[in-house]
């Protein structure tokens, strides 16, 4: 069963997003100008194992070490929501924030695009003030702040900020 987001079924937990990834063979889809993220539309899902799953997204961003190596993706669940994930293997090594950084992941947005942190992942403030940094810089816009707010008021990670003033401040 998928994730729920504001009454909208996203299609794929995460470990669902990550099986997926593995068994995508690149090169597929359009090469975009990093020479190292594949974009993958509807017309190009009827080659890959998985594309059953991909009923309902419109597109996927698939990102490689520029090896041919996938080391993770992006779902576009139309213009309400991504889905971002890393393989394990290839976490805190910069792949995910070379797409923010070189204008990729922003390009490929649609305009004023809300997404939701998904807050298990969240383990302390840096966390979460890393996600936000990398959803500024994507021209995006967290739709879940009280949510956030919450799990980290649970964790003790508030970092002084009242419910207000995080909101205020991070939205």
Known sequence: ???VIFGKELLMT???FLYMLKHI???CGVLLSDNTTYRLETNDYSTLKYKEELEGIDKVLVISDGKLNVVGGVLFYGGYDIQITTLPQYRNKGYMSA???NGILYRECYPNLYV???TREIRHWQDFHL???LV???GLIIRNLPEVYKHLFIIR???GYTEEAFIKKFS
């Open 131 to 133: 996600r936000h940094h």
């Open 25 to 27: 063979d690149l090169p």
């Open 116 to 118: 939701s942190l998904v």
């Open 157 to 159: 990670e508030t970092n």
């Open 136 to 138: 500024k810089l994507a």
């Open 14 to 16: 995460n470990d669902d």
């Open 99 to 101: 797409i923010h950084r």
């Open 1 to 3: 069963m998928g994730l």
